[in-house]
């Protein structure tokens, strides 16, 4: 492999984990506002204290919390470290899952470096492709079920047996593919 398809893996590789410090933080989005009953949309992120409204390179995924000290840039009320800690989760588990469906298209298809990832992308491997969305959505479901069971708010009903039913199709998936 060489130097610039090395660097086209890591480049993409960095995509993977961009996106998925961008579900973390939405997934904090939601483990705060839905058992409140409060939209997901409207309004904008602000500090739980002082209400001001957090900009938007302070929300960046970890790095705002990590340019800010863990304070709000406003009142300096500390701003959990739950919520870094999620999207750092959640970016970890959407780059290992990306790199596990790479080696799986380099496995399956002989292909190496660069021609492997162009493989993903292109979707020449529709198994992998599902494998790896449902590999996604588990970890995505567990973690959000995770941290609403360490907020100490009851699951809601129908969440659990979605997520059950969500976890029943992807045994079922996995084992079938």
């Not at 739950?82 to 596990?100: D, G, H, K, M, S």
Request: include cysteine; charged fraction near 10%.
């Amino acid at each position: 492999m060489s130097l610039s398809e090395t660097s086209v893996i890591v480049v993409i590789t960095l995509w993977f984990a961009a996106v998925g410090a961008c579900f973390g933080s939405l997934l904090n989005v939601l483990v705060y506002r839905l058992p409140r009953g409060l939209s997901i949309v409207h309004p904008p992120s602000s500090c739980p204290k002082c209400g001001q409204r957090i900009a938007w390179h302070d929300n960046v995924p970890v790095v705002g919390w990590l340019w800010l000290r863990g304070r709000c840039r406003s009142c300096r009320a500390p701003i959990s470290r739950r919520y870094p800690f999620v999207e750092a989760l959640v970016t970890l588990q959407w780059t290992v899952v990306f790199l596990i469906l790479l080696s799986a298209q380099q496995h399956q298809t002989g292909a190496a470096g660069i021609d492997a990832v162009r493989a993903v992308y292109e979707l020449q491997s529709p198994v992998l492709l599902h494998q790896a969305i449902g590999q996604l959505a588990l970890l995505y479901w567990l973690t959000g079920s995770v941290l609403m069971l360490c907020d100490h708010q009851p699951l809601p009903r129908k969440w659990v047996v979605s997520g059950v039913v969500a976890l029943l199709a992807w045994l079922l998936i996995a084992c079938w593919l």
